[in-house]
C-alpha cells in the first residue's frame, strides 16, 4: 500500500465526498501517534524515516482533530452504526442483523466502511494462502517437540483458578487427549513464534493489517505481531476485550472455533471487571469477565441473559476479525490450533491512544496543548 493511502478518509463515503475530500484528507492518525508516543516516559526517540522527501506535502485539516489534552475519548457505537448503514447502502449490500458475513475478495476500502470498528467479519481468501495452513500435529512434534511452551491448565471449568505451565510441547500435546467440558490445558504462547522465526515466516500476508500503526511504536514496546495458540477441545478463552482495545484478528489452522461475540455497551449485563492491568513494557487495562458464556449460571450473573450477541464458527483457514469495543469469547470445538493478531488503523487509533492514557502510561495535562494541530514533523521535535 502506498503512503499516499493514509491520505483516504477514515470513512470512504465513495459518491458524497470523494471529490471534495480525497486530496485534503490529512494522516490524521499519524499525526496524533507520533507525537502520543513521543510524549511516553518511555519513549527517547522515534524515527521519522517514513516521512521522506518523496512523500506528499503535508497539509493542515483540523476537521475530526481530538485533543486529548481536554477531555477522554469515547468511542461512539451508535454513531459508527449509521456510519456502517448508510455505506451498506453506498456499496449495495444487504444489512445482515445479527449474523456475521462470510467475505472474500473484500477491499480495504469496503472493509474500513462497512466493518472495521463497526461489526465482525469473516475472511475466506487470506489464511488459505498462507504456508502456515498446512501445520499438521505430526510436523510441530517433529520441528518443534522439545521446545519448552507456555499453556494454562482450567479444573472444573474455573478459569478464575487457573495454574501456568512451561514444558517441553510435546509433554503438553501428550495432556490434549485428557480434556473434558470442565478440564481442558490451552497454550496461549507469545513468544514461540517469536523464538521461531522460520515458523513464524510461514504466516503470510494479510492485507487487512498493512496498515498498521503499532508498527511505529518502539520495540521495546511494541506487541506481538502473533500469539500462537493450541487448544484441547472444550478448551476456552476468558470473556473479555483485546488489549488496549485493538482490532483483534483470529486465523484457525486446524479444528473450529465457536464465537461469542457481544456489541459495545453491555459491560452492565457482562459483569465486567476493570481496573486491573494487564502487565504489559506499555501498561494497559484489563477488560475481563468471569462470565463463562457456554456454561453459565444464572443466579450468579443476573441480567446476562438479557446481553445481545452473536455467535459464529469458524473453520480451517478461515480469518475474524473482531472490532474494537466487542467483548468476545472462543470455545475450541475440537483439537484446534489458531493464531492470533492486532490492528491499530485509522478506525481504532483514537481508542487504542485514550487506553494508553488510562493506563498512566501519560499523564493527559503534560500532553500539549496544540496536540490537535501538530504535523507530524513537527511532533518529535517539539518534544524532545
Not at 303 to 329: D, K, V
Amino acid at each position: 500500500m502506498s503512503r499516499n493511502n493514509y491520505a483516504k478518509p477514515p470513512r470512504v463515503k465513495m459518491l458524497r465526498i470523494a471529490d471534495s475530500q480525497m486530496n485534503t484528507e490529512l494522516v490524521t492518525p499519524c499525526r496524533l501517534i507520533g507525537v502520543f508516543l513521543v510524549s511516553t516516559t518511555m519513549v527517547v526517540m522515534m524515527s521519522l524515516s517514513v516521512y521522506d522527501g518523496d512523500q506528499q506535502q503535508w497539509k493542515e485539516d483540523t476537521t475530526n482533530n481530538v485533543n486529548f489534552t481536554n477531555k477522554p475519548y469515547k468511542f461512539d457505537f451508535k454513531a459508527a452504526m449509521r456510519m456502517r448503514e448508510e455505506n451498506l447502502e453506498i456499496y449495495n449490500r444487504p444489512n445482515h442483523k445479527w449474523i456475521v458475513e462470510r467475505r472474500s475478495k473484500l477491499s480495504i476500502e469496503e472493509f474500513w466502511d462497512i466493518y472495521d470498528g463497526k461489526w465482525p467479519v469473516i475472511v475466506t481468501d487470506i489464511v488459505k494462502d498462507w504456508a502456515a495452513i498446512n501445520w499438521t500435529k505430526n510436523y510441530l512434534l517433529r520441528k518443534y517437540g522439545k521446545q519448552k511452551v507456555m499453556y494454562r491448565s482450567i479444573q472444573d471449568a474455573k478459569q478464575e483458578i487457573v495454574s501456568g505451565h512451561f514444558s517441553q510441547l510435546d509433554k503438553f500435546v501428550d495432556t490434549l487427549s485428557l480434556s473434558s467440558p470442565k478440564q481442558w490445558n490451552y497454550m496461549e504462547d507469545e513468544l514461540f513464534l517469536l523464538f521461531n522465526p522460520s515458523l513464524k515466516a510461514q504466516i503470510g500476508f494479510n492485507r487487512f493489517a498493512e496498515e498498521n500503526f503499532f508498527d511505529l511504536f518502539p520495540y521495546e514496546i511494541r506487541p506481538w505481531e502473533a500469539c500462537f495458540f493450541w487448544g484441547a477441545q472444550h478448551s476456552r478463552s476468558l470473556l473479555h476485550i483485546d488489549p488496549y482495545n485493538w482490532t483483534g484478528t483470529s486465523a484457525v489452522i486446524s479444528g473450529k472455533k465457536l464465537w461469542k461475540l457481544y456489541p459495545p455497551g453491555q459491560d452492565k449485563y457482562l459483569h465486567v471487571v476493570n481496573n486491573v492491568n494487564c502487565g504489559f513494557p506499555l501498561e494497559c487495562i484489563k477488560y475481563n469477565s468471569p462470565v463463562d458464556t457456554f456454561d453459565f449460571d444464572s443466579r450468579t450473573y443476573p441480567g446476562f441473559t438479557r446481553a445481545q450477541y452473536i455467535q459464529t464458527e469458524l473453520l480451517p483457514g478461515e480469518m475474524l476479525i473482531i472490532p474494537t469495543g466487542w467483548f468476545h469469547q472462543a470455545y475450541n470445538e475440537e483439537e484446534t490450533i489458531s493464531i492470533s493478531g492486532q490492528i491499530m488503523n485509522r478506525n481504532n487509533y483514537l481508542v487504542i491512544l485514550e487506553e494508553i492514557i488510562k493506563a498512566k502510561n501519560v499523564k493527559r495535562r503534560k500532553l500539549p496543548q496544540q496536540f490537535d494541530t501538530l504535523l507530524p514533523p513537527e511532533q518529535v521535535p517539539s518534544h524532545l
